[in-house]
C-alpha cells in the first residue's frame, strides 16, 4: 500500500499540464518495483490510467542517464537551476 499512496500523493501534487500527459500517455513502472507482481494492474485500478512495465525495467535508468548524456546540451536548456525557481 505505501508505494501505491506514494504514487497517488505524487499524481495529486503534479502540476496540471503534466498531469494531462501521464493521463494520456499513461504511467511507466520501471525499475525493480516494476517487477512486484501484480503491481502494474493494482496500480491501473487505483488510478484509472493506463499503466505499463517498462521493456527493461532493470535497466532504464542507466539507459536513460545514457540519453540524456548524449544530448547534454538540448537537456540544459531545460533543466531549472536553483536560482531560478
Known amino acids: 500500500n505505501a508505494i501505491i499512496d ?10 496540471p499540464e503534466l498531469s494531462a500527459d ?3 500517455r499513461g504511467i511507466v ?3 525493480g518495483g516494476a517487477l512486484l507482481r501484480g503491481l502494474d494492474k ?3 485500478h487505483e488510478t484509472g490510467m493506463p499503466v505499463r512495465i517498462a521493456d ?3 535497466q532504464a535508468v542507466v539507459l ?3 540519453k540524456c548524456l548524449e544530448e547534454f546540451e538540448v537537456l540544459q536548456r531545460v533543466l ?3 536560482s531560478r525557481r
Not at 506514494?6 to 502540476?15: E, G, N, Q, S, V
Open 22 to 24: 501521464i493521463m494520456d
Open 42 to 44: 493494482r496500480l491501473r
Open 56 to 58: 527493461a525495467p532493470l
Open 80 to 82: 531549472v537551476s536553483p
Open 6 to 15: 506514494a504514487i497517488k500523493t505524487t499524481l495529486d501534487r503534479t502540476p
Open 64 to 66: 536513460g542517464s545514457g
Open 29 to 31: 513502472l520501471t525499475g
